[in-house]
């Protein structure tokens, strides 16, 4: 009873994954496979929020930062017509000193706005993205040079090159290379043949080969331990003090303030990271579109995990990303199936993605109200 | 002698707290501060830790001794460097880490890496081995058996305590330790426990600097006392001279009081308030078990060191903590919990946290008169259109009375309370605590944050609304030389139980052994309250 | 002596405020310079400040009952945009239309408020991010009802095929301009929307004496100062319940004031991301996350949404067609930000 309401809300997201599957009429080699990748995908990003929620400075919204770092890095990298797995390695290279930059900026805003860094993280990813806008839709091909003249958006007489970057940029030239380190497929047995020769009349999809990019997991997995690690050094103790009492931090001379900014240099340079292995995989980037919903998604994936503002695992990390991606996976068909319309299901998803924060900080609300009852008996 | 300070004076903006106060500790032993709250313990100990908060108000005269030696403290850290160690009455302890980490905050063992080669310091590691050793010597020398790698979260009071000692000792070379009321919080057993540890630490020739308000733990433990009283040195004594009646009185003192009021003693009034067995729920101000009686007319005042309860009592009774017990007003029961039904009981607070609970700050003087009856009694409402707005003309008229009456200060009765001073603050207070017109008015610290010209007149008021208003007045006030002023009677609250009740010109003695809980058993005095 | 004055003064008037008044008159000069019709400009100045007032007025109840800016407007916003289309479904027309769509958007705004100050009397410190969140899984909820409402009313649902109602809706031949057009005239080639500016001007109005009311008062020492408040036996959550009503209520009819104006109903994410804009409005007006005056909706609203209309051809002409949105994107969020970041002298 006691295991069901501490988990009560990666519970509820399991059961909620079952039930969309089942009607979601999908075969599970082909819901195997594109859960895989999803996890792949978006395991980093959502791992990059773990230190700033144990830095007690709630759940980073400022993620879409990294995301734009990470983007503006692979425009570069596009633009200098580097590729394979050169080309991502040089992304990476080229979005940390852009993420440092934006991380030690947004410390420096949280700092000055404590208790209210959620909020501040949200309104800064809409700010932040007009600015990127700016800079990619008016000042590129206009005051920032640009070799490559397909990149930018045609002139308005259609005659040449205008100014602005394109709506979506071809990332083909670096697609799965990491991914693609070391790919293993397993074929599933197909058991049609056996459902027909038992003479069972049900219909099953037929199976497909599941991939599993293990390099990209192991640079998860290498990543994993990095936490384990971090969270074993003196810095990582700082950020553990600071995040239970910053009053308590400051007397006992932990400078909290540059240990806070350094919790979100570090989970921007992660999320920027975790970008560029997304992207690697997606093979495209929606230069408009690519980093808006990346906070909004990441968080809920850490919350349907089972985090909380104020306590969060890499286990949970994980287990959400595989739940929410699920949801994300099943709920269209799911929706087409029950409500006749693929729609509803979108648009559930979405809802999901946003509700599970407002039901996890009242979850989260109440539990501490039940606590503090508990403890005055 | 490990440590002498000769001669140290001190004072904030023109107001001395510290005049030539000298203290001693010897090597080895267990010497005790004693005196009231604001006698200036904390000023000496904030000197000698060398807090900013005296170097950025002017520094202080005089000098310290470490060791023999002439030292210059200039930050808490530098103490450290010395030796000397401070454990605070609040805990500076994270709930979430285990005893080692807590003890071990920010002054972790760390073994280099490969990336801390790189990326320094902070990228060690942390050696927990070696710090579980480190801890363990720490605790052992304490003799206590706490596992180290507990969270401290769950663990008891005492034993929290001793994680602040240990940390402490486990900082390099410690001699001499300071240890602010490291009983109050503790139940009978567990001060036991910590005096034993005390005694076991001297033996290891740690000398310790107790201070703390239970006379007769300081009796027991002590090598020598040092008492003060209003900034200045009082007496130092050794063990064997000090006896818990001695340092009670050498601690209250013989203050002269000039009788602010003429008082008119009623021997046996008729009782506007009784209480019986008042329990209040008040964090730092816990009320236990409290009864007792206001006689219509008088002015009462609740006495008691910081921390023992007297604050809790009004606050409990005006429902403004959660509280158990009976109260009656006027031989009708008060139902508590309510602060609407003691409003309406013709009761009204004037609250010691004027700026927290007191005041709004940003909003005028007018509305922060007027609020409160307002809310509760309709007051300064006219009806439009079935709907209660206020009444701005009766309200700004209203607070111009006032504020003509009570002499406040302020641009103009629009005036937000934020840029008040301290005295007009409070006499906004005031007048909105009577703008409910009361008839039994609880008024706690009203002198507190108030520079000496302003006390005088808000005792003033108090004795003048007593007098031609008739309004029975109850002050908690943690000066006792201003309850001497002007009460009638004076209620000592000690650990949430009445101690006992005496007349306002009762012997220092009296006082001392009251508030120091000392008073002897079955004796407790009752002789105002007959 | 003058001088400290003035400085003072302009303290007072605020940083942000000054900058953007500043930035409008730029604006306008360059308007003018750039042969822009002036009358016309000047018309939709107080075209947007009269049918965004009451959304920006809607802020008041919350940041004085301490809630922060009523991030979760869209929520209000959606039950407007359901009286809207339930009238239309009915196939009113005109001012009853009008009135009846009010009617069931109070009803149902106030009903949500009451339903949402629940849960935000849950999660007090975090009302703003909650707001912010609740106002987006709302709206992508009711992107689902959209879709499956059993509406009828051609006008509304798709044209060919597909379920649910269109993006847009337009008003022609409903409510379009109805209050824009009520007792309008022309004064030096400027049109005057006297019927939105004084529906307008009511809401004040009834906000100015529910302040002034004994709730009112109440709900303002609430939102200063939870524990004097709570000493004087006022139940803070029953205060900052109502204040979650009023605001909600409020952003029902400011959503079919502005849908009016606009000419439109426009559904699914189109409420996304209204509250940001109206919450911007008050702060440059002067408001902070805690205090806010009517004057500050009044001046807010006007600077704000000026500078959105002057920009627009201003910014279209000199840079590209979506520069006035990056704008608008910009200055928006960046206020909220400085606000946000602001030291405010604190109540407790």
Same mark, same amino acid.
């Given at each position: 009873?006691?295991?069901?309401?501490?988990?009560?809300?990666?519970?509820?997201?399991?059961?909620?994954?079952?039930?969309?599957?089942?009607?979601?009429?999908?075969?599970?080699?082909?819901?195997?496979?594109?859960?895989?990748? /999803?996890?792949?995908?978006?395991?980093?990003?959502?791992?990059?929020?773990?230190?700033?929620?144990?830095?007690?400075?709630?759940?980073?919204?400022?993620?879409?930062? @990294?995301?734009?770092?990470?983007?503006?890095?692979?425009?570069?990298?596009?633009?200098?017509?580097?590729?394979?797995?050169?080309?991502?390695?040089?992304?990476?290279?080229?979005?940390?000193?852009?993420?440092?930059?934006?991380?030690?900026?947004?410390?420096?805003?949280?700092?000055?706005?404590?208790?209210?860094?959620?909020?501040?993280?949200?309104?800064?990813?809409?700010?932040?993205?007009?600015?990127?806008?700016?800079?990619?839709?008016?000042?590129?091909?206009?005051?920032?040079?640009?070799?490559?003249?397909?990149?930018?958006?045609?002139?308005?007489?259609?005659?040449?090159?205008?100014?602005?970057?394109?709506?979506?940029?071809?990332?083909?030239?670096?697609?799965?290379?990491?991914?693609?380190?070391?790919?293993?497929?397993?074929?599933? %047995?197909?058991?049609?043949?056996?459902?027909? +020769?038992?003479?069972?009349?049900?219909?099953?999809?037929?199976?497909?080969?599941?991939?599993?990019?293990?390099?990209?997991?192991?640079?998860?997995? #290498?990543?994993?331990?990095?936490?384990?690690?971090?969270?074993?050094?003196?810095?990582?103790?700082?950020?553990?003090?600071?995040?239970?009492?910053?009053?308590?931090?400051?007397?006992?001379?932990?400078?909290? !303030?540059?240990?806070?900014?350094?919790?979100?240099?570090?989970?921007?340079?992660?999320?920027?990271?975790?970008?560029?292995?997304?992207?690697?995989?997606?093979?495209?980037?929606?230069?408009?579109?690519?980093?808006?919903?990346?906070?909004?998604?990441?968080?809920?994936?850490?919350?349907?995990?089972?985090?909380?503002?104020?306590?969060?695992?890499?286990?949970?990390?994980?287990?959400?990303?595989?739940?929410?991606?699920?949801?994300?996976?099943?709920?269209?068909?799911?929706?087409?199936?029950?409500?006749?319309?693929?729609?509803?299901?979108?648009?559930?998803?979405?809802?999901?993605?946003?509700?599970?924060?407002?039901?996890?900080?009242?979850?989260?609300?109440?539990?501490?109200?039940? &606590?503090?009852?508990?403890?005055?008996? | 002698?490990?440590?002498?300070?000769?001669?140290?004076?001190?004072?904030?903006?023109?107001?001395?707290?510290?005049?030539?106060?000298?203290?001693?500790?010897?090597?080895?032993?267990?010497?005790?501060?004693?005196?009231?709250?604001?006698?200036?313990?904390?000023?000496?100990?904030?000197?000698?830790?060398?807090?900013?908060?005296? =170097?950025?108000?002017?520094?202080?005269?005089?000098? $310290?001794?470490? !060791?023999?030696?002439?030292?210059?403290?200039?930050?808490?850290?530098?103490?450290?460097?010395?030796?000397?160690?401070?454990?605070?009455?609040?805990?500076?302890?994270?709930?979430?880490?285990?005893?080692?980490?807590?003890?071990?905050?920010?002054?972790?063992?760390?073994?280099?890496?490969?990336?801390?080669?790189?990326?320094?310091?902070?990228?060690?590691?942390?050696?927990?081995?070696?710090?579980?050793?480190?801890?363990?010597?720490?605790?052992?020398?304490?003799?206590?058996?706490?596992?180290?790698?507990?969270?401290?979260?769950?663990?008891?009071?005492?034993?929290?305590?001793?994680?602040?000692?240990? =940390?402490?000792? &486990?900082?390099?070379?410690?001699? #001499?330790?300071?240890?602010?009321?490291?009983?109050?919080?503790?139940?009978?057993?567990?001060?036991?426990?910590?005096?034993?540890?005390?005694? =076991?630490?001297?033996?290891?020739?740690?000398?310790?600097?107790?201070?703390?308000? =239970?006379?007769?733990?300081?009796?027991?433990?002590?090598?020598?006392?040092?008492?003060?009283?209003?900034?200045?040195?009082? !007496? /130092?004594?050794?063990?064997?001279?000090?006896?818990?009646?001695?340092?009670?009185?050498?601690?209250?003192?013989?203050?002269?009081?000039?009788?602010?009021?003429?008082?008119?003693?009623?021997?046996?009034?008729?009782?506007?308030?009784?209480?019986?067995?008042?329990?209040?729920?008040?964090?730092?101000?816990?009320?236990?078990?409290?009864?007792?009686?206001?006689?219509?007319?008088?002015?009462?005042?609740?006495?008691?060191?910081?921390?023992?309860?007297?604050?809790?009592?009004?606050?409990?009774?005006?429902?403004?903590?959660?509280?158990? @017990?009976?109260?009656?007003?006027?031989? /009708?029961?008060?139902?508590?919990?309510?602060?609407?039904?003691?409003?309406?009981?013709?009761?009204?607070?004037?609250?010691?946290?004027?700026?927290?609970?007191?005041?709004?700050?940003?909003?005028?003087?007018?509305?922060?008169?007027?609020?409160?009856?307002?809310?509760?009694?309709?007051?300064?409402?006219?009806?439009?259109?079935?709907?209660?707005? $206020?009444?701005?003309?009766?309200?700004?008229?209203?607070?111009?009375?006032?504020?003509?009456?009570? &002499? $406040?200060?302020?641009?103009?009765?629009?005036?937000?309370?934020? /840029?008040?001073? @301290?005295?007009?603050?409070?006499?906004?207070?005031?007048?909105?605590?009577?703008?409910?017109? %009361?008839?039994?008015?609880?008024?706690?610290?009203?002198?507190?944050?108030?520079?000496?010209?302003?006390?005088?007149?808000?005792?003033?008021? #108090?004795?003048?609304?007593?007098?031609?208003?008739?309004?029975?007045?109850?002050?908690?006030?943690?000066?006792?030389?201003?309850?001497?002023?002007?009460?009638?009677?004076?209620?000592?609250?000690?650990?949430?139980?009445?101690?006992?009740?005496?007349?306002?010109?009762?012997?220092?003695?009296?006082?001392?052994?009251?508030?120091?809980?000392?008073?002897?058993?079955?004796?407790?005095?009752?002789?105002?309250?007959? | 002596?003058? &001088?400290?004055?003035?400085?003072?003064?302009?303290?007072?008037?605020?940083?942000?405020?000054?900058?953007?008044?500043?930035?409008?008159?730029?604006?306008?000069?360059?308007?003018?310079?750039?042969?822009?019709?002036?009358?016309?400009?000047?018309?939709?100045?107080?075209?947007?400040?009269?049918?965004?007032?009451?959304?920006?007025?809607?802020?008041?109840?919350?940041?004085?009952?301490?809630?922060?800016?009523?991030?979760?407007?869209?929520?209000?916003?959606?039950?407007?945009?359901?009286?809207?289309?339930?009238?239309?479904?009915?196939?009113?027309?005109?001012?009853?239309?009008?009135?009846?769509?009010?009617?069931?958007?109070?009803?149902?705004?106030?009903?949500?408020?009451?339903?949402?100050?629940?849960?935000?009397?849950?999660?007090?410190?975090?009302?703003?991010?909650?707001?912010?969140?609740?106002?987006?899984?709302?709206?992508?909820?009711?992107?689902?009802? +959209?879709?499956?409402?059993?509406?009828?009313?051609?006008?509304?649902?798709?044209?060919?095929?597909?379920?649910?109602?269109?993006?847009?809706?337009?008003?022609?031949?409903?409510?379009?301009?109805?209050?824009?057009?009520?007792?309008?005239?022309?004064?030096?080639?400027?049109?005057?929307?006297?019927?939105?500016?004084?529906?307008?001007?009511?809401?004040?109005?009834?906000?100015?004496?529910?302040?002034?009311?004994?709730?009112?008062?109440?709900?303002?020492?609430?939102?200063?100062?939870?524990?004097?408040?709570?000493?004087?036996?006022?139940?803070?959550?029953?205060?900052?319940?109502?204040?979650?009503?009023?605001?909600?209520?409020?952003?029902?009819?400011?959503?079919?004031?502005?849908?009016?104006?606009?000419?439109?109903?426009?559904?699914?994410?189109?409420?996304?991301?209204?509250?940001?804009?109206?919450?911007?409005?008050?702060?440059?007006?002067?408001?902070?996350?805690?205090?806010?005056?009517?004057?500050?909706?009044?001046?807010?609203?006007?600077?704000?949404?000026?500078?959105?209309?002057?920009?627009?051809?201003?910014?279209?002409?000199?840079?590209?067609?979506?520069?006035?949105?990056?704008?608008?994107?910009?200055?928006?969020?960046?206020?909220?930000?400085?606000?946000?970041?602001?030291?405010?002298?604190?109540?407790?």
């Amino acid at each position: 009873m006691n295991f069901v309401r501490k988990n009560s809300v990666p519970l509820f997201f399991v059961a909620l994954c079952g039930t969309g599957a089942y009607y979601s009429g999908l075969g599970a080699s082909f819901l195997l496979n594109e859960i895989i990748t /999803r996890l792949a995908r978006n395991s980093f990003l959502v791992i990059s929020l773990i230190i700033p929620v144990l830095a007690g400075m709630g759940l980073n919204f400022g993620i879409v930062l @990294g995301a734009m770092a990470a983007q503006l890095a692979y425009i570069l990298v596009v633009n200098l017509e580097f590729r394979g797995f050169v080309g991502v390695l040089s992304t990476c290279v080229l979005s940390i000193p852009l993420s440092v930059l934006f991380g030690w900026l947004t410390g420096i805003l949280f700092n000055k706005a404590k208790g209210k860094e959620m909020i501040t993280g949200i309104i800064l990813g809409f700010f932040a993205n007009g600015l990127y806008q700016l800079v990619c839709l008016t000042f590129v091909g206009w005051i920032i040079p640009v070799r490559l003249a397909s990149m930018l958006l045609p002139d308005k007489s259609g005659a040449g090159p205008g100014i602005g970057l394109v709506n979506t940029i071809d990332l083909r030239s670096v697609q799965y290379s990491i991914d693609n380190l070391w790919k293993i497929r397993i074929t599933m %047995p197909d058991i049609r043949n056996f459902c027909a +020769w038992m003479g069972w009349d049900v219909t099953i999809p037929p199976s497909i080969p599941i991939t599993i990019p293990v390099g990209t997991f192991l640079i998860i997995g #290498l990543l994993c331990a990095g936490m384990y690690f971090l969270f074993r050094t003196k810095l990582g103790q700082d950020f553990r003090a600071v995040g239970q009492d910053r009053t308590i931090a400051e007397v006992s001379g932990i400078a909290v !303030d540059r240990v806070r900014v350094a919790a979100i240099v570090f989970s921007t340079v992660l999320a920027g990271l975790g970008q560029i292995v997304f992207l690697q995989n997606m093979g495209n980037l929606q230069t408009y579109g690519s980093h808006v919903q990346v906070g909004t998604f990441a968080v809920a994936s850490l919350l349907i995990g089972g985090a909380s503002v104020a306590r969060a695992t890499v286990g949970q990390a994980l287990l959400g990303t595989l739940l929410f991606h699920t949801l994300f996976v099943v709920s269209p068909q799911a929706g087409k199936n029950l409500m006749g319309n693929v729609q509803v299901g979108e648009f559930f998803r979405v809802f999901i993605s946003y509700a599970v924060f407002c039901v996890a900080l009242a979850l989260h609300a109440w539990r501490r109200i039940r &606590d503090r009852n508990a403890g005055d008996e | 002698m490990i440590l002498e300070m000769r001669n140290i004076s001190k004072d904030y903006a023109g107001n001395r707290v510290l005049k030539g106060v000298n203290l001693a500790v010897e090597e080895g032993e267990i010497h005790s501060l004693i005196g009231e709250n604001g006698a200036g313990k904390s000023t000496l100990m904030n000197v000698l830790f060398g807090m900013p908060v005296i =170097r950025n108000t002017g520094g202080f005269t005089g000098e $310290i001794l470490f !060791d023999g030696r002439n030292v210059d403290i200039s930050s808490p850290k530098e103490a450290m460097k010395l030796g000397i160690g401070m454990v605070h009455q609040e805990f500076v302890l994270l709930p979430g880490f285990s005893v080692l980490e807590n003890v071990k905050l920010n002054r972790e063992k760390t073994k280099p890496n490969f990336l801390s080669r790189v990326f320094g310091k902070k990228m060690e590691t942390l050696d927990y081995p070696a710090m579980r050793r480190d801890v363990r010597a720490a605790l052992d020398s304490l003799e206590v058996s706490i596992d180290e790698m507990m969270p401290v979260r769950g663990l008891p009071v005492g034993y929290m305590q001793f994680v602040e000692i240990a =940390r402490e000792l &486990d900082k390099s070379k410690i001699r #001499l330790l300071v240890l602010d009321e490291p009983t109050a919080v503790l139940t009978e057993s567990e001060a036991d426990t910590l005096l034993g540890a005390m005694r =076991r630490l001297r033996e290891k020739g740690i000398s310790i600097l107790f201070i703390s308000h =239970r006379l007769t733990e300081v009796v027991a433990v002590s090598d020598h006392v040092t008492i003060m009283r209003d900034g200045e040195l009082v !007496d /130092r004594l050794s063990g064997g001279e000090a006896d818990v009646e001695r340092l009670a009185e050498l601690m209250v003192g013989r203050r002269v009081t000039e009788s602010v009021r003429e008082r008119s003693v009623p021997e046996t009034g008729a009782a506007i308030l009784s209480v019986r067995n008042l329990r209040v729920h008040m964090p730092g101000e816990e009320v236990r078990d409290v009864s007792l009686e206001v006689r219509r007319g008088e002015i009462l005042g609740f006495a008691g060191l910081a921390g023992q309860g007297k604050v809790g009592i009004a606050n409990g009774i005006m429902g403004l903590y959660p509280a158990e @017990g009976d109260v009656t007003k006027d031989g /009708r029961a008060v139902p508590l919990n309510n602060p609407r039904e003691a409003m309406n009981a013709k009761m009204a607070l004037v609250s010691e946290d004027r700026r927290g609970v007191g005041l709004l700050l940003d909003q005028s003087i007018e509305l922060n008169i007027a609020i409160r009856a307002m809310q509760t009694q309709g007051k300064f409402l006219k009806k439009i259109a079935g709907l209660n707005r $206020i009444d701005a003309a009766a309200m700004r008229a209203h607070a111009a009375r006032m504020m003509r009456d009570l &002499d $406040i200060r302020a641009g103009g009765e629009g005036q937000h309370t934020r /840029r008040l001073s @301290g005295g007009n603050q409070q006499k906004v207070c005031i007048a909105a605590a009577l703008t409910l017109s %009361p008839d039994l008015l609880f008024v706690s610290e009203p002198t507190r944050g108030i520079d000496i010209g302003a006390k005088k007149i808000v005792l003033d008021l #108090l004795c003048d609304l007593n007098r031609t208003h008739g309004v029975t007045i109850v002050i908690t006030s943690s000066e006792l030389a201003e309850l001497r002023a002007v009460c009638d009677r004076i209620a000592v609250i000690y650990e949430g139980r009445l101690a006992g009740i005496v007349p306002w010109n009762a012997s220092n003695r009296e006082l001392g052994l009251l508030m120091a809980g000392a008073a002897k058993d079955g004796r407790a005095s009752e002789r105002g309250a007959a | 002596m003058r &001088d400290g004055m003035v400085s003072r003064g302009l303290r007072n008037f605020g940083m942000a405020r000054s900058v953007i008044v500043v930035f409008l008159v730029y604006l306008l000069a360059h308007a003018f310079y750039l042969g822009l019709p002036m009358g016309q400009l000047f018309s939709s100045m107080l075209v947007r400040f009269g049918m965004n007032g009451i959304l920006a007025l809607a802020m008041i109840p919350t940041i004085q009952a301490g809630m922060g800016p009523n991030f979760a407007l869209p929520l209000g916003i959606i039950c407007g945009l359901v009286g809207g289309t339930a009238v239309i479904e009915l196939n009113l027309r005109g001012a009853t239309a009008f009135a009846a769509a009010i009617v069931v958007a109070v009803v149902l705004g106030a009903a949500t408020g009451w339903l949402y100050a629940l849960l935000l009397n849950r999660v007090k410190g975090q009302e703003m991010t909650v707001g912010t969140y609740f106002g987006f899984s709302i709206v992508s909820l009711m992107c689902i009802f +959209w879709t499956l409402a059993p509406f009828h009313n051609k006008e509304m649902i798709w044209p060919y095929g597909g379920t649910g109602l269109r993006n847009t809706i337009t008003l022609k031949g409903w409510f379009d301009r109805i209050l824009d057009n009520l007792w309008s005239f022309r004064v030096m080639g400027v049109d005057i929307p006297t019927g939105t500016l004084l529906f307008f001007a009511l809401f004040c109005l009834l906000m100015w004496m529910f302040l002034r009311s004994k709730t009112g008062v109440a709900m303002t020492a609430v939102g200063n100062n939870p524990r004097f408040a709570r000493s004087m036996g006022l139940d803070v959550d029953r205060y900052r319940l109502i204040a979650s009503v009023v605001s909600n209520a409020l952003a029902a009819v400011g959503m079919l004031v502005y849908a009016q104006s606009f000419g439109f109903l426009q559904l699914y994410q189109a409420p996304l991301f209204m509250a940001f804009f109206a919450v911007a409005s008050v702060l440059i007006g002067g408001a902070s996350m805690k205090r806010i005056t009517l004057s500050h909706v009044l001046i807010g609203n006007f600077l704000f949404q000026s500078v959105l209309v002057v920009s627009m051809p201003v910014a279209n002409v000199v840079f590209s067609d979506n520069m006035s949105e990056i704008l608008r994107i910009i200055i928006s969020n960046g206020i909220i930000l400085y606000a946000l970041t602001r030291k405010e002298a604190d109540a407790a």
